[in-house]
C-alpha cells in the first residue's frame, strides 16, 4: 500500500496510526515498536491500526504487544475484501479497550470508481487507497473522535461496525497556502534595510544613558577635577586669571576709569594673556588625561594614571550595572518585535545601537578637544585688538566745534571761552588715549589705539572764535551766556565718558575674554562625558556593543535560514550569520506541492532539516498540480498524474501546470491532456479572493491525486482576511521564545555565543508551522507557545497561543461554515451517510435502527470568532468538538449481525 495513508508524523495528543497491511512496512513488529516508542501524553495510550480483515487473527501477538505496557485503546480498521462474509478477531480486539471498524475494497465501487478496480493498475489502486483512507485515519486519529468512536464500538455488538460516513473537508487551495506561507515568512524576515541611527528616544532608560552624553543622577555633585590635581589647579589657575580680567574691566569702564585715574594700576592685557597661557596649560593636562587611559575596561591601572592627571574618578553608578544591560536589550529587542517590525529590522536598529555604543577610548575625545580649544581659538582670545574711541572723526570735529560756539557767545570772554571748550573735548580725548585698557602701565603690552583729539581741538578752537564773533554781533545777557557755557562744558563731559565706556566695551568685546570662560566650562563638561562615557561605562558600554551585535547577527541569520527555508534565498552558497556553513537552499520540484512554481529559476535541492521521517506536503495525495505526469500517462478518469509516476522516471524533466483551475471532463467524455503552459507566480493580493467550493462529483476537481470519495465533500478557500496575520504571529510568537532561550548566552559571552542551533530550531518551528498550515489552515494554536505569557513585554501576541482569541477557521481559509453547520443539524438520516461497503455487504448488517451509532464531529476552529453562533443554534449536543483538523462530518456504526464476528481464542491464533 501507499505510505500516504498514514500521517507522517504523530501530532501530541493524536492517536498513533500504524499499518500492518501486507504491502506496508517490511517488519511489521518493528513497526510496532516503533509506535510504542512514541510518547504520548498524560500517560494515554491510542493506537489506530490499519490491517486487513483476515490478517487479524495472525497479527495476534503484535496486538498484544500493543496491549502489554500498560492500558491501552486500539481502533482496527480492517480493510475486507468484496468476498469476505465473516470477520474472525481475537481477544485483544475486544470492547472496552479496542473495537474493529470494518471496511471492504477501498479502491472499489465505494469510491465512486469503478474504472480503477477493473483495470488492474497497482498505482492506480494505491492511489485510490491513499484518497479513500487517507482522510478516514486522519479523522480517527483525532483523540477526541478516536475516544467517542471507541466508547461508541463498545455499545455495539461485538464491539464491530461498518461505519458510514460524510465528511466535509475544509481547506486552502494550493496556491492560497503557498502564497500565505510566502508572506508570512516575508513578514517575519523583512527585506535588507540601513543601519541608520540610534537615538536615546525609544530604548530602556539603561540604554538611554549609555546613548546620550547624560551624566547619572548620583554623579551630579563629583568633584571631577579636584583642586589638588594637575588638571584641577589649571582650572583654578583659569579662573582666577579671567576673574583679575573681568575685575580690571570693571574698574577700568566708568567716570572713575577715565576721570580718577581707578584703573591706573589694572593691567588688562597682561590679565588676558595670563588666562590664555593659563588655559593652554589646562587643555594640554586634559589632553594628556585622554591619551593616557582607555579601552575597553577601567583597571585599576588606569585609574592611578588618571588620579595622576588631575582626574578622580567615583564608583560605578547604582544607575547602571554590567548586570542589567542584556535584561534591557532584551525587553528593547521584545519591544521592537512587539510593534510590528520584521527580524531584519530589529537588527538594523540593534546593529545601530551597537554602532552608537561601542567604547572608542577617550583618545578619540581629542578630536572634540581641539574644536573646543584649538590653537586657533587661543590665538584668537590672545590676540593684541586696538582701542579706537570718538566714532567717525568729521561727527567728532562738528560736535566739538558747536559745543565751542555756544560757549564763545559770551561778550568778550567768549574769545577764550569758546576756544577752552575745544580745549577741553581735545584733552579729555587725549586722557582716553593714555588709559586706554589695552595698555599694560609698563608699556610691555600695547595694543595701539586712537581717539580723535586732533579734529576736536581744530573743531573747538574754529568753533569758540566763531561764538565769540557771534557774540559780540548779539550781546545776549550774561545770564544766557553762563547758561550756554555750562552746556556745552557738561555735554563735553558726558560726550567723553559715553565715547569712554563705548570703546571699553568695543574692545572687551574684540578680545573676549570671557569666551576663556566658555571654554573652560566646555571642557569640564568634555571630561565629565570622557569620565563617564569612556572610563566609568567603557565595560557596559563594550558588552551593550557587544550583545546587541549578537543578537543583531543572530536576527540576521534567522532571517536567512527563514528564507533559505521558505524559499526567499536565491543564491547559491550563501553564508549564514552565525558560522561559516552556507545557509542551505531550499529547493522545490519543478511541479511543486504548494502549486505552480512562481520562479523556476530556484534550485531544486533538498529542504533543509527534512529527512525521510520528516513530514512532506509532497507526500500528501492530496496536492499535486493537475496536468500529465512525466511519463505522459494520466489516470483514464481524472486526467491527473501521481507523484509516484514522478518519482518512478526521474529522467524526464517534462511537466505542465494548467493554471488555478485542474482540467474538468465532463461524465462520459474522453480524457484529454491539457497544453502545457509555463509556470505563473501566485498573486501576491494580502487580501484573498472568495472561497471557492469543489464538489466532489467533477473528478479531478478536487486538486486530489485521485477522484475524492462518494462520502468526501471537499471546500477549498483562498484564503481568509487572518490567515497571513495569524501565520505570521505564530512565527513571530516562536521566535520570540527561541530568542528567550539565548540571552543566557549572550549574558556569559555576547561576542563567543554560539547561535548555530538556534538556526535548527527555527527550522524547527517553521516546520511545525507549516505542517499546521497543512493540517487545519493554522486554526489550532501551537501548543510549544503556552510560555509566551509570561514575557510581559510581548502580552500583544497573546491572542496567539489562546484558543478563545484565535480567529475562527472562516477567516483563516475563506470557507464559510455554513455546510458543516446543515449538516449537523440535519436530522438522523441513515441515507445520508454512505455505507462503506458494497451491495453485496448490505444483508451483513444489523437491521436494527436503534442498534447503530453515531458520532458526529466539528473542529473548535468552526465555531469560534466572527463566524458566530447562531449558525450553530439547534446543533446536537452530542456533536464531539475537536481540537484540530479541517474535517468535519458524520461517523454512523452499523453492527453486524451476530453471526458474522467471530472471537478466536488465544490457542486458536496463529503466529504473525
Given at each position: 500500500?501507499s ?22 512496512p ?19 495510550r ?12 495472525g ?20 480493510v ?12 485483544t480486539?475486544?470492547p ?8 471492504f ?30 482522510p ?10 478516536f ?7 463498545g ?21 492560497a497556502?503557498?502564497?500565505a ?22 530604548v530602556?532608560?539603561?540604554l ?11 554623579l ?66 586634559v ?5 593616557a ?12 594614571l588618571?588620579?595622576d ?25 521584545y ?12 537588527a ?12 572608542a577610548?577617550s ?29 567717525s ?13 555756544l560757549?564763545?557767545?559770551?561778550p568778550?570772554?567768549?574769545?577764550f571761552l ?28 600695547d ?55 563705548r ?10 575674554p ?5 571654554i ?6 568634555l ?15 563594550h ?43 531550499w ?12 520562479e ?64 474538468v ?7 484529454a ?20 467550493t469543489v ?13 475524492a ?8 478557500g ?37 547561535h ?8 524547527e ?16 494554536p ?7 505569557r ?18 475562527d ?23 445520508g ?30 465555531r469560534r ?15 464531539v ?16 449481525r ?15
Open positions: 500500500m505510505q500516504r495513508v498514514l500521517p507522517e508524523r504523530p501530532l501530541p495528543g493524536h492517536a498513533v496510526c500504524l499499518d500492518l497491511r501486507a504491502g506496508g517490511d517488519d511489521p513488529g518493528a513497526a510496532v515498536r516503533a509506535a510504542l516508542d512514541v510518547p504520548q501524553p498524560g500517560g494515554e491510542r493506537f489506530l491500526v490499519v490491517d486487513e480483515a483476515a490478517g487479524l487473527v497479527h495476534q501477538l503484535l496486538y498484544e504487544r500493543l496491549s502489554s505496557y500498560g492500558p491501552a485503546q486500539i481502533v482496527c480498521l480492517a475486507g475484501a468484496r468476498g469476505d462474509r465473516t470477520l474472525r478477531r481475537t481477544l480486539l475486544r472496552p479497550a479496542a473495537g474493529v471498524l470494518w471496511l475494497d477501498t479502491t472499489g465501487d465505494t469510491t465512486g470508481d469503478t474504472t480503477g478496480a477493473t483495470t488492474g493498475d497497482a498505482k492506480g489502486d494505491a492511489t485510490g487507497d491513499a484518497a479513500f483512507l487517507r478516514l485515519v486522519e479523522v480517527l486519529a483525532t483523540p477526541e473522535v475516544d467517542a468512536v471507541l466508547g461508541s464500538l455499545e455495539v455488538v461485538h464491539g464491530v461496525a461498518v461505519p458510514a460516513v460524510r465528511v466535509l473537508e475544509h481547506d486552502l487551495t494550493d496556491e497556502r503557498a502564497r506561507w510566502r508572506q508570512a515568512v516575508e513578514g517575519l524576515t523583512g527585506p535588507e534595510v540601513p543601519a541608520g541611527s540610534a537615538s536615546p528616544e525609544g530602556p532608560g539603561t538611554a544613558l549609555l546613548l546620550g552624553e547624560g551624566v547619572p543622577r548620583s551630579s555633585g563629583h568633584d571631577w577635577l579636584p583642586a589638588g590635581g594637575r588638571a584641577g589647579s589649571r582650572l583654578i589657575a583659569c579662573r582666577e586669571a579671567l576673574d583679575d580680567a573681568v575685575d580690571g574691566y570693571e574698574r577700568v569702564r566708568g567716570a572713575a576709569g577715565l576721570l580718577a585715574g581707578a584703573g591706573r594700576d589694572v593691567d588688562l592685557p597682561g590679565d588676558i594673556e595670563r588666562l590664555t597661557e593659563e588655559l593652554a596649560r589646562f587643555r594640554t593636562a589632553a594628556d588625561a585622554f591619551g587611559a582607555g579601552g575597553t575596561r577601567l583597571t585599576a591601572e588606569h585609574r592611578g588618571l588620579r592627571r588631575g582626574v578622580e574618578l567615583p564608583e560605578m553608578p547604582r544607575e547602571i550595572t554590567r548586570a542589567g544591560i542584556v535584561p534591557a536589550l532584551r525587553d528593547h529587542t519591544e521592537l518585535i512587539g510593534q510590528g517590525l520584521p527580524l531584519r529590522s530589529v538594523a536598529r540593534l546593529s545601530a545601537l551597537s554602532a552608537r555604543t561601542a567604547p577610548g583618545a578619540s575625545r581629542l578630536a572634540r578637544l581641539d574644536a573646543i580649544c584649538g590653537p586657533e581659538r587661543l590665538r584668537r582670545l590672545g590676540g593684541r585688538y586696538p582701542f579706537t574711541a570718538g566714532g572723526r568729521p561727527v567728532a570735529f562738528a560736535l566739538t566745534g558747536l559745543l565751542a560756539l560757549a564763545g557767545v559770551w568778550v570772554l567768549g574769545w569758546g576756544p577752552a571748550v575745544g580745549a577741553l573735548a581735545a584733552g579729555l580725548a587725549h586722557l582716553m588715549l593714555r588709559r586706554r585698557p589695552n595698555r599694560s602701565p609698563d608699556g610691555r603690552i595694543g595701539g589705539g586712537a581717539t580723535g583729539a586732533a579734529p576736536r581741538l581744530v573743531g573747538g578752537v574754529l568753533g569758540g572764535l566763531a561764538g565769540a564773533g557771534l557774540g559780540q554781533f548779539l550781546g545776549p545777557p550774561v545770564w544766557a551766556a553762563s547758561a550756554a557755557l555750562a552746556v556745552s562744558v557738561v555735554a563735553v563731559l558726558l560726550l567723553a565718558l559715553r565715547d569712554w565706556n570703546a571699553v566695551d568695543d574692545w572687551w568685546a574684540r578680545a573676549d570671557e569666551e576663556a570662560g566658555r573652560m566650562r566646555e571642557i569640564h563638561a571630561v565629565v562625558t570622557t569620565a563617564v562615557h569612556d572610563w566609568l561605562f567603557a565595560e557596559v558600554r558588552h551593550c556593543a557587544a550583545g546587541a551585535g549578537a543578537v543583531a547577527r543572530l536576527l540576521r541569520g534567522l532571517a536567512e535560514t527563514a528564507d533559505a527555508y521558505g524559499g526567499g534565498a536565491r543564491t547559491q552558497d550563501r553564508t549564514s550569520e552565525w558560522g561559516t556553513d552556507p545557509v542551505p537552499e529547493g522545490t520540484d519543478p511541479v511543486s506541492e504548494w502549486g505552480p512554481d512562481p523556476p529559476e530556484w534550485d531544486a535541492g533538498p529542504v533543509p532539516g527534512w529527512g525521510p521521517n520528516r513530514a512532506s506536503w509532497a507526500d500528501e495525495p492530496s496536492r499535486p498540480a493537475p496536468g500529465p505526469g512525466p511519463s505522459g500517462g494520466t489516470d483514464s478518469v481524472t486526467g491527473a498524474w501521481s507523484w509516484d509516476d514522478w518519482r518512478d522516471d526521474e529522467e524526464d524533466d517534462g511537466w505542465s501546470d494548467t493554471g488555478d483551475e485542474p482540467p471532463r465532463r461524465p462520459g467524455a474522453p480524457a491532456t491539457p497544453p502545457p503552459s509555463p509556470p505563473r507566480a501566485p498573486s501576491s493580493s494580502p487580501r484573498p479572493a472568495p472561497a471557492r464538489s466532489a462529483d467533477v473528478p479531478g476537481a478536487a486538486f486530489s491525486a485521485g477522484p470519495p462518494a462520502w468526501l465533500e471537499r471546500r477549498y483562498d484564503g481568509g482576511p487572518a490567515l497571513v496575520d495569524t501565520l505570521l504571529g505564530d512565527l513571530v510568537a516562536g521566535t520570540v521564545l527561541l530568542l528567550d532561550g539565548c540571552w543566557a548566552g549572550i549574558e556569559r559571552d555576547p561576542g563567543g555565543a554560539e548555530a542551533a538556534q538556526g535548527q530550531r527555527l527550522a518551528l517553521l516546520d511545525e508551522t507549516r505542517i499546521r498550515l497543512e493540517r487545519d489552515a493554522a486554526a489550532s501551537p501548543p510549544p507557545y503556552e510560555g509566551l509570561d514575557l510581559g513585554a510581548l502580552t500583544s501576541l497573546a491572542a496567539f497561543t489562546d484558543r478563545s482569541e484565535r480567529p477557521a472562516a477567516r483563516l481559509t475563506g470557507v464559510a461554515p455554513d455546510a458543516v453547520a446543515r449538516l449537523l443539524l440535519a436530522e438522523d438520516d441513515p441515507g451517510t454512505v455505507e462503506l461497503c458494497g451491495p453485496e455487504h448490505l444483508r451483513l448488517l444489523s437491521h436494527d435502527p436503534l442498534a447503530a451509532r453515531q458520532v458526529r464531529f466539528v473542529p473548535e476552529a468552526m470568532g466572527a463566524a458566530g453562533d447562531d449558525i450553530w443554534r439547534g446543533t446536537a449536543e452530542d456533536v468538538w475537536t481540537g484540530a483538523g479541517r474535517y468535519a462530518g458524520i461517523l454512523r456504526l452499523v453492527p453486524l451476530a453471526d458474522v464476528v467471530h472471537t478466536v481464542r488465544a490457542e486458536e491464533a496463529g503466529e504473525p
